[in-house]
């Protein structure tokens, strides 16, 4: 799995592991957080690497907070 993407004048292809793409698949499908954590079966410290990874790529477009 992985992901594809335009950058400036180029392609960017790159590799993803199964629970990044998993949990990645899961909020573009309007999953929330908590939801594609269990999908992705990501423990706290995959869940802090994969959502670095979002930032630092620039992937996040919105945050939605719901009340409990």
Known sequence: ????RIR???VEVR????AAFSFICALAKGGTLG???TTAALDARALT????FLFAEGLVCSLTLKSA
């Open 1 to 4: 799995q992985g992901m594809i």
């Open 49 to 52: 690497n994969v959502l670095a």
């Open 8 to 10: 400036h004048d180029s």
């Open 35 to 37: 939801d594609a954590m």
């Open 15 to 18: 590799k993803l592991d199964r």
